[in-house]
């Protein structure tokens, strides 16, 4: 019973894992590559430019637009991987592109994401607080002289 929780534990920590590594990196990328040209919701006349970054963007979102993201999420848990640590290895929906046949480099590449996943959690948590805290989402602190109003109010 208690590897069967162990096994269910580390299952969702991958999952937290995974999702905070992309998250992290798709909430650097609009402030280092811009945004994608064209709409983002036609029928309103909202453009992706129009989108500001961080949390604020939740504000922008149409509803609708909002809620076909968390259903799509929300079908996608449901409906793949649910229960990956009853029928196997917690992690492994069988997508061995990057993974290797040799047993230690198999495990150092676990090993790897399992450490940057933990990194990445922490990451996307600072980098939502400190958004959350003084309005910003980054650049404008780290670079002198871009510091908006906001940012040197707090």
């Known amino acids: 019973d208690d590897f069967a929780a162990y096994r269910r534990r ?22 280092i590559f811009g945004k994608w040209p064209g709409y983002l919701s036609p029928s309103t006349g909202l453009k992706f430019s129009d989108v500001p970054n961080g949390l604020q963007a939740l504000q922008a979102m149409p509803s609708l637009g909002l809620a076909q993201i968390l259903i799509f999420c929300g079908l996608l848990e449901y409906t793949w991987g649910f229960e990956d640590y009853t029928s196997g290895t917690p992690g492994d929906y069988g997508l061995r592109v990057l993974m290797s046949n040799d047993p230690v480099e198999f495990k150092r590449k676990l090993n790897s994401e399992l450490a940057n996943g933990r990194l990445a959690m922490i990451a996307i948590m600072a980098l939502l607080f400190q958004n959350g805290l003084v309005g910003s989402t980054g650049p404008e602190m780290w670079l002198p002289g871009s510091t908006p109003a906001s940012v040197a109010t707090v």
């Open 10 to 31: 580390r299952s969702v920590e991958l999952k937290h894992c995974r999702v905070s590594m992309l998250a992290t990196v798709g909430y650097m990328v609009p402030e």
